[in-house]
């Protein structure tokens, strides 16, 4: 069984990934004309792909809020 940190059990005979880059698929996205990539999973879920190369990494609050600051707002209301 998998953890939050490790790889799931192997099998015998089962190959194993030498390098972490086997495990990536580039695919094109389309990003939209504020520079943001909008979720095909997750209905108005967006980020700024540039956050990920910031350093270090924008706060979680801060990024929420510019997501999604009614969520956030709501959430936090109700978790006092």
């Known amino acids: 069984?998998?953890?939050q940190n490790s790889l799931p059990a192997l099998l015998?005979?089962?190959?194993?990934p030498m390098s972490y880059e086997?495990?990536?698929t580039l695919i094109d996205v389309e990003i939209d004309a504020a520079g943001r990539y909008h979720?095909?999973?997750l209905p108005d879920f967006w980020f700024d792909p540039t956050?990920?190369?910031?350093e270090p990494l924008p706060k979680t609050l801060t990024v929420l809020q510019q997501i999604?600051?009614?969520?956030l707002r709501a959430a936090l209301l109700n978790d006092q």
């Open 12 to 16: 015998p005979g089962q190959r194993v």
């Open 22 to 24: 086997e495990y990536l």
């Open 39 to 41: 979720s095909t999973v």
């Open 51 to 54: 956050w990920l190369a910031h």
């Open 1 to 3: 069984m998998a953890t």
């Open 68 to 71: 999604a600051p009614g969520a």
